[in-house]
């Protein structure tokens, strides 16, 4: 299962490709076919990763909202950043996300072209019925701002330097 967009491949990992991830980000990618652009976690996504995983071991079923969905350019088959929803149960029918792109891809839309089309799968869902997406950012991270903006979602408050954003389903 993925996601093709003009330029990109969104591929959701599995439980078992997120615990790969862990050990060698690297050799998962080459093992799913691509190059990966990036390097491996840090601390602060290893950690993210882990609680990815706990999430997903909990809800298997609905892994898909818990995982790190990889973006993948078509034509050069590398991995330049990922996106993810932060889980089921928050509150029901919402769901947060959360995106990151390697530094040399910023600036070219395919941020926005992955994030406009998972918004669009989350809410054609129809096992979970998903009625509002929302993000946050810090104020001053002025880019992520125009990906949210540019793929639809609407600033809904600020609050102690951190904005907050939705978009609802139509």
Excluded at 90 to 97: A, D, I, W
Excluded at 139 to 148: A, E, G, R, T
Aim: glycine share 6%; proline share 1%.
């Amino acid at each position: 299962m993925y996601i093709e967009t003009e330029r990109l491949y969104l591929i959701p990992l599995t439980l078992d490709e997120m615990k790969r991830a862990l050990q060698s980000k690297t050799q998962l990618a080459n093992d799913l076919g691509f190059q990966l652009f990036s390097e491996e976690l840090d601390e602060k996504m290893t950690q993210v990763y882990e609680a990815k995983i706990d999430k997903m071991e909990k809800d298997q079923e609905n892994y898909l909202f818990y995982t790190f969905w990889q973006l993948v350019l078509k034509d050069e088959k590398i991995i330049i950043g990922e996106v993810g929803f932060k889980g089921l149960g928050v509150e029901e029918g919402q769901l947060e996300v959360g995106f990151g792109t390697e530094e040399r891809f910023r600036n070219k839309g395919y941020m926005t072209e992955a994030l406009t089309e998972l918004t669009k799968w989350a809410f054609f869902q129809e096992k979970v019925k998903i009625k509002k997406i929302t993000a946050l950012t810090l104020s001053d991270n002025i880019p992520s701002q125009k990906v949210l903006e540019k793929a639809g979602l609407l600033l809904s408050h600020e609050e102690s330097g951190k904005l907050y954003w939705h978009v609802n389903k139509k």
